[in-house]
């Protein structure tokens, strides 16, 4: 969970591998370290929005069954669910209110139980979010908590007392006025809340807090989940004297918030009470604002965390202006240097907490919507890393364009609607802003046929769904050999069919070319050259490396312009994957 400003890294929990470089420069086969978590394709399901199985208007736990053999067929294998905790929902079930229990709207344990098992029956790996920075404030403990100042409960979260005056300013991600630090008459005391209101943030300096999330862990392990997504972990360790941070320090949040005093050695305990003892791996959101931070988090001899994903490439994309494809260069080029050595990283750049890959990376107008979404699903799946797809980037899903302040339903925009009008903030500028980017638009049901709803329910849906669904959905896409769709299985089966594309070794090509990312991938003797225009018209680059094309693997036209002087134009958004003679 995050807003649209929040930088995240996320973090996956198993062994590091080492690379070696060989006397030629290139990548041998012997030298890396082949696991089933590099070598896979994580898919992210928001379970709200993914299947509706009983026409209430909101997916569940057994429409992902129903669909279990569609997400097969892409050529995945792990599945990351959002929160399906039982959940008051005040942030769509990032608030727990019992950690052991089932959202009723998704079903039941037994719903989970079979839904597990038909994941690993397909031989799918599942990921469960675990939200342990906070819980909702309708949780027991909390509610023992805030009853009164001796009760036992008391230091699992972090409380003021009122007679020590207000506390310091702490600044929230989610309340309407911005403040973390909630007033409770009760006990006439402020509790901390970082996000929302009903979030109140545990205290994990109370060693009873961290035994407790550790059983909570285990008891899903013993279920038999593969991994673990850790919800706004880098939040987790505070200086619990909360003193008073310099003026703006909000604008620069992981600094203050993030990688608090002890959260190395959290991460240690958690690692020798239940990560090494169960086959499972760790997603962790939060891992500083440095290569230096995230590395002491993810080297192997840490005995912590091992697989960086960044999201220094998601958050280019934070204001109506768009980005810079140098500045997309750098930052993907710079993390894969980093890591070329030691540890290993994650690409994505879309999730639920940012709005949709094309509309914010692509171009999502009617013309050019389908080949830019192919080539940014080709960049995902061409570079070093563990590629995080988001549900419906596979079918090339858009922004939905709301009018009113009314058809929101994410919290981060309800309550920065408020905040914004209180500080007399230009508002239609700020709708302009909310409706490129809120949350919302990567949260609106899958669109699986053309019929009522999308096929997603036979109910009224929870958010709208887009009103492109007759002409963009999976059922026209299976049909359409040429689709976005049958594009991407293609692209996964030539990722998983080729090590190079994940292994090997990244070198970037052209990097003044101001509308082509250009890079080659090499392994043992194999090298691929993948090149990608960004632009909606045609884009020329000169590579010695075109020279010596042996076959096109991958290409999301029908032809290549490339001459005899290594000259290659591309066409508006085009991608391709060649295979280098040696």
């Given at each position: 969970m995050?807003?649209?400003l929040?930088?995240i890294?996320?973090?996956?929990?198993?062994?590091?591998?080492?690379?070696?470089k060989?006397?030629?420069?290139?990548?041998?086969?012997?030298e890396?370290?082949?696991?089933?978590?590099?070598?896979?394709?994580v898919?992210?399901?928001?379970?709200?929005?993914?299947?509706?199985s009983?026409?209430?208007?909101?997916?569940?736990?057994?429409?992902?069954?129903?669909?279990l053999?569609?997400?097969?067929?892409l050529?995945?294998?792990?599945?990351?669910?959002?929160?399906?905790?039982?959940?008051?929902?005040?942030?769509?079930?990032?608030?727990?209110?019992?950690?052991?229990?089932?959202?009723?709207?998704?079903?039941?344990m037994?719903?989970?139980d079979?839904?597990?098992?038909?994941?690993?029956?397909?031989?799918?790996?599942?990921?469960?979010?675990?939200?342990?920075n906070?819980?909702?404030?309708?949780?027991e403990?909390f509610?023992?908590?805030?009853?009164?100042?001796?009760n036992?409960?008391?230091?699992y979260?972090?409380?003021?007392?009122?007679?020590?005056?207000?506390?310091?300013?702490?600044?929230?991600?989610?309340?309407?006025?911005?403040?973390?630090?909630?007033y409770?008459?009760?006990?006439?005391?402020y509790?901390?809340?970082?996000?929302?209101?009903?979030?109140?943030?545990?205290?994990?300096?109370?060693?009873?807090?961290r035994?407790?999330?550790?059983?909570?862990?285990?008891?899903?392990?013993?279920?038999?989940?593969?991994?673990?997504?850790l919800d706004?972990?880098?939040?987790?360790?505070?200086d619990?004297?909360?003193?008073?941070?310099?003026?703006?320090?909000?604008?620069?949040?992981?600094?203050?918030y993030?990688?608090?005093?002890?959260?190395?050695?959290?991460?240690?305990?958690m690692?020798?009470e239940?990560?090494?003892k169960?086959?499972?791996?760790?997603?962790?959101?939060?891992?500083?604002s440095?290569?230096?931070?995230?590395?002491?988090?993810?080297?192997a001899?840490?005995?912590?965390?091992?697989?960086?994903?960044?999201?220094?490439?998601?958050?280019?994309?934070?204001?109506?202006?768009?980005?810079?494809?140098?500045?997309?260069?750098?930052?993907?080029?710079?993390?894969?240097?980093?890591?070329?050595?030691?540890g290993w990283?994650?690409?994505?750049?879309?999730?639920?907490?940012?709005?949709?890959?094309v509309?914010?990376?692509?171009?999502?107008?009617?013309?050019f919507?389908?080949?830019?979404?192919?080539?940014?699903?080709?960049?995902?799946?061409?570079?070093?890393?563990?590629?995080?797809?988001y549900?419906?980037?596979?079918?090339?899903?858009?922004?939905?364009?709301?009018?009113?302040?009314?058809?929101?339903?994410?919290?981060?925009?309800?309550?920065?609607y408020?905040?914004?009008?209180?500080e007399?903030?230009?508002?239609?500028?700020?709708?302009?802003?909310?409706?490129f980017?809120?949350?919302?638009?990567?949260?609106?049901?899958?669109?699986?046929?053309?019929?009522?709803?999308?096929?997603?329910s036979?109910?009224?849906?929870?958010?709208?769904?887009?009103?492109?669904?007759?002409?963009?959905?999976v059922?026209?896409?299976?049909?359409?050999?040429?689709?976005?769709?049958?594009?991407f299985?293609?692209?996964?089966?030539?990722?998983?069919?080729n090590?190079?594309?994940?292994y090997?070794?990244?070198?970037?090509?052209?990097?003044?070319?101001?509308n082509?990312?250009?890079y080659t991938?090499?392994l043992?003797?194999?090298?691929?050259?993948?090149?990608?225009?960004?632009?909606?018209?045609?884009?020329?680059?000169?590579?010695?490396?075109?020279k010596?094309?042996?076959?096109?693997l991958?290409?999301?036209?029908?032809?290549?312009n490339?001459?005899?002087?290594?000259?290659l134009?591309?066409?508006?958004?085009?991608?391709?994957?060649?295979?280098?003679?040696?």
């Amino acid at each position: 969970m995050k807003t649209l400003l929040l930088p995240i890294l996320l973090l996956v929990t198993m062994c590091a591998c080492t690379n070696k470089k060989s006397q030629m420069q290139d990548k041998n086969t012997s030298e890396i370290t082949r696991e089933w978590w590099k070598e896979g394709v994580v898919y992210q399901i928001y379970p709200r929005s993914f299947k509706d199985s009983d026409g209430d208007g909101i997916g569940d736990l057994k429409g992902i069954i129903e669909k279990l053999d569609y997400i097969k067929s892409l050529g995945v294998n792990m599945i990351w669910l959002n929160p399906i905790y039982a959940s008051p929902n005040d942030d769509n079930g990032y608030d727990i209110s019992n950690y052991r229990a089932i959202m009723k709207e998704f079903g039941t344990m037994e719903d989970f139980d079979a839904l597990l098992k038909a994941m690993h029956n397909r031989n799918m790996k599942f990921v469960m979010d675990v939200v342990v920075n906070h819980s909702s404030d309708e949780h027991e403990w909390f509610k023992q908590s805030r009853s009164s100042r001796d009760n036992p409960y008391r230091d699992y979260y972090h409380w003021w007392p009122a007679e020590k005056g207000k506390p310091p300013y702490h600044w929230s991600f989610f309340d309407e006025k911005g403040e973390a630090w909630k007033y409770d008459s009760l006990t006439n005391s402020y509790y901390l809340h970082y996000f929302s209101q009903k979030q109140p943030d545990l205290n994990w300096e109370n060693p009873k807090v961290r035994q407790e999330v550790y059983n909570i862990m285990k008891f899903w392990a013993e279920k038999g989940v593969d991994g673990f997504r850790l919800d706004a972990f880098q939040f987790v360790s505070k200086d619990t004297t909360f003193p008073k941070l310099p003026e703006g320090y909000e604008k620069n949040i992981i600094k203050y918030y993030g990688m608090g005093p002890n959260l190395h050695s959290y991460l240690r305990e958690m690692n020798d009470e239940v990560l090494s003892k169960y086959d499972v791996f760790a997603v962790s959101e939060g891992a500083g604002s440095t290569l230096e931070e995230a590395h002491n988090l993810v080297d192997a001899d840490r005995n912590e965390l091992q697989m960086a994903y960044h999201f220094e490439g998601v958050d280019l994309v934070n204001s109506l202006e768009g980005y810079k494809l140098s500045k997309l260069k750098e930052v993907f080029t710079k993390w894969d240097k980093s890591f070329s050595k030691k540890g290993w990283i994650s690409i994505f750049l879309s999730n639920h907490d940012v709005a949709r890959l094309v509309s914010r990376f692509g171009n999502d107008s009617p013309e050019f919507r389908a080949v830019s979404s192919k080539m940014l699903n080709t960049f995902l799946l061409s570079m070093r890393g563990t590629p995080y797809i988001y549900y419906g980037d596979e079918i090339g899903m858009t922004n939905i364009d709301f009018d009113s302040i009314s058809q929101y339903k994410d919290i981060a925009a309800i309550n920065g609607y408020k905040k914004a009008l209180s500080e007399g903030q230009d508002m239609a500028l700020f709708m302009k802003k909310l409706n490129f980017l809120s949350r919302d638009n990567g949260r609106t049901p899958m669109q699986w046929n053309d019929s009522v709803n999308a096929g997603f329910s036979a109910g009224k849906p929870w958010l709208p769904v887009n009103k492109n669904y007759k002409t963009i959905n999976v059922a026209s896409q299976e049909k359409d050999s040429n689709s976005i769709l049958n594009y991407f299985k293609k692209m996964v089966e030539l990722r998983k069919n080729n090590k190079v594309l994940i292994y090997g070794d990244y070198e970037l090509l052209g990097a003044e070319n101001p509308n082509i990312y250009a890079y080659t991938r090499t392994l043992d003797d194999k090298k691929m050259l993948v090149v990608l225009n960004f632009t909606d018209h045609d884009s020329s680059i000169d590579l010695p490396e075109s020279k010596n094309l042996e076959a096109i693997l991958i290409n999301n036209y029908k032809d290549l312009n490339n001459d005899e002087n290594g000259n290659l134009t591309l066409k508006p958004y085009q991608a391709v994957i060649c295979l280098l003679k040696n």
